[in-house]
């Protein structure tokens, strides 16, 4: 076959099955809803009331997304966030984040120690370096040249919480409503510009120096501000064996809805993990936004849910999912 028909053919073939083997309605932008923020799990429902105020007075979809999660992140009594997060097997608390808005503009931390708002040292890491990841130790010293306080984040409640677990030394990370891991945020503006946050102190009782999805862009965090955003939570080691979070946009770039898009890469994960051992307690979920407002969360297990905020609702939204 000449090389011109081969590429002819090859495009024809992916036009008439989609590209994934699936074929999707292409998707209309024109019918753009309004303004919307989406954030994973119960957190999210105050994170969001303070990012929409943000991008309420006019701070800007970035300064909104940042702000939101920094809700979380200063709660000490959020286990899987910033200060308080619990630690890893040695005890230390580090903390993943990465930002990302419409330019395709993006920063992002990882294994930051004893600074408790990773998200705006990802932003600084954006704004005013060259680069897109710092991590481990010249994180730190990068946050404390920028002007970030040190402070211990591990609390008397994570402390004790890990002196328990050292008991059994068990991993199998549960992750669900009652434990409510990473906070991801994803926020539409007027202009219908998109931005997305992410930030967790990652899988509890790690191995000292374990990073997860959610400083990886592609893989915790991914935005394509033609198409649409998306970001995960769960297993990281699952969703970054799979880029889940660029995949539930180049999904939704065949003309996937959000929903069909997430699912997609949900199925895609649970088929490569059936026959692992992380199997039993793997679970997974994401959230997304297309560029038309439409958004959907998709899990691999009964229990995830995520928090709306738009001019009509402040609401929880419990995710459809595979497995019961
Ligand atoms: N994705 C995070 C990690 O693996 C944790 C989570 O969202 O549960 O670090």
Known sequence: ?????????????????????????????????????????????EANKVAWKNLSSGNGGLTAVELGVRVSEDDPNETSVGLGGLPDRTGKVTLDACIMDKNNDCGSVS???????????????????????LSGKGAYDFAIEQGFKSQNLLTKKSKEAWEKWKKSSDYKPVIN????????????????DLFGACTTSG?????HGRVGDSPIIGAGLF???????????????????????????EVMRQGAS???????????????????PEWEYLQVGFIAVNKQGEHAGYSLK???????????????????????
């Open 177 to 192: 409503i009652e434990n409510h891991d990473t906070i991801s945020m994803l926020l539409i503006d007027e202009n219908q």
């Open 203 to 207: 899988a509890a009782w790690k191995i």
């Open 258 to 276: 959000p929903l069909e898009a997430c699912k997609e890469i949900v199925n895609r994960i649970s088929k490569i993990h059936k026959n692992r």
């Open 223 to 249: 935005l394509d501000n033609d198409i649409g955003a998306a970001a995960a939570t769960g297993l990281g080691e699952a969703v970054i064996r799979t880029s889940g979070s660029a995949m539930v946009v």
């Open 111 to 133: 294994f930051l120690q004893n600074i408790k708002n990773p998200i705006s040292v990802a932003r600084m890491v954006m704004e005013k370096t060259p680069h897109i990841m």
């Open 302 to 324: 009964k229990g995830f849910n995520y928090a709306l905020h738009d001019t009509k609702n402040q609401k929880m939204i419990d995710a459809k999912y595979e497995i019961e």
């Open 1 to 45: 076959m000449s090389r011109r028909r081969f590429i002819k053919n090859t495009i024809l073939g992916s036009m008439a099955s989609g590209v994934l083997g699936q074929s999707f309605k292409k998707p209309s932008f024109q019918n753009f809803s309004g303004p919307r923020i989406i954030s994973t799990w119960n957190h999210g429902f």
